[in-house]
């Protein structure tokens, strides 16, 4: 079927990402905290949100956009097509030169999903979906595959990847029963970024993502 104009939006944004990513990627960077000294954003985070923000108002003025790199202006909520992005998600291992990072670019229409995209630059892998239209991934190869999730039902089989959340409170529930859930499963792993964390269950090389305090 034809590709919707706000599909062709976030394709175009993913591509603009990719780009300014990349050209900083293992490069030196200016690096600053936001709001603890693990939260950080860098020069690529603002120079990512900034030609995505120019990008979506030039195609739709009159769409509204929340990006985590700008202070929320609740009058977007009246907007019947709203977009989220996050310029670099995993930003921590963008800094150290790590390729599991990536940006996410999604659109509400009336307050629901109807659009999503994750792009993984230095991966060369992408992911996409659209309301009713199920979820799509393309490969380092080029070759587009249909997102499916794995049919494992048992925890000990399983392979799943965790985050430990950010505030004392929410790391006391993640050091209370996360060794006894390591100790049966087949393996887990912390990949700092919770984007390919999901991206990775959506198309089945993960079974389950737990994370504590994360905010979508």
Not at 83 to 111: E, Y
């Given at each position: 079927s ?8 976030a394709l ?5 990402a990719?780009?300014?990513a990349?050209?900083?990627?293992r ?6 905290t936001?709001?603890?000294w ?5 020069d ?13 108002t030039?195609?739709?003025p009159d769409h509204?956009?929340i ?5 929320l202006d ?7 097509f709203v ?6 998600d995993g ?8 390729p ?10 009336n307050?629901?999903?109807?659009v ?11 992911y ?6 199920g979820?799509w991934m393309?490969n380092?190869k080029?070759?587009?595959?249909r ?22 409170n ?6 209370r029963?996360?060794?006894r859930?390591?100790r ?6 912390d990949h700092?970024?919770?984007i390919?964390d999901?991206?990775?269950v959506?198309?089945g090389g993960?079974?389950f ?6 905010y979508l």
């Amino acid at each position: 079927s034809a590709m919707t104009k706000e599909l062709q939006c976030a394709l175009a944004c993913a591509d603009i990402a990719d780009r300014i990513a990349m050209r900083f990627w293992r490069s030196p960077l200016r690096i600053k905290t936001k709001s603890s000294w693990r939260d950080l954003v860098t020069d690529a985070d603002l120079a990512v949100d900034r030609k995505l923000r120019e990008h979506i108002t030039r195609t739709f003025p009159d769409h509204g956009i929340i990006s985590e790199e700008q202070e929320l202006d609740s009058s977007v909520w009246g907007k019947k097509f709203v977009w989220i992005i996050d310029p670099i998600d995993g930003t921590s291992n963008f800094t150290m030169g790590s390729p599991l990072f990536g940006t996410s670019i999604g659109l509400l229409r009336n307050g629901k999903p109807f659009v999503g995209m994750l792009t993984f630059p230095a991966l060369q892998e992408r992911y996409w979906a659209e309301r009713k239209k199920g979820a799509w991934m393309q490969n380092i190869k080029g070759k587009k595959l249909r997102c499916r999730v794995s049919n494992i039902a048992t925890l000990r089989e399983s392979r799943f990847s965790f985050g430990y959340g950010n505030t004392p409170n929410e790391q006391k529930v993640y050091f209370r029963h996360m060794p006894r859930l390591l100790r049966i499963a087949q393996a887990g792993r912390d990949h700092h970024s919770a984007i390919f964390d999901l991206a990775t269950v959506a198309r089945g090389g993960m079974d389950f993502y737990i994370c504590i305090g994360l905010y979508l």
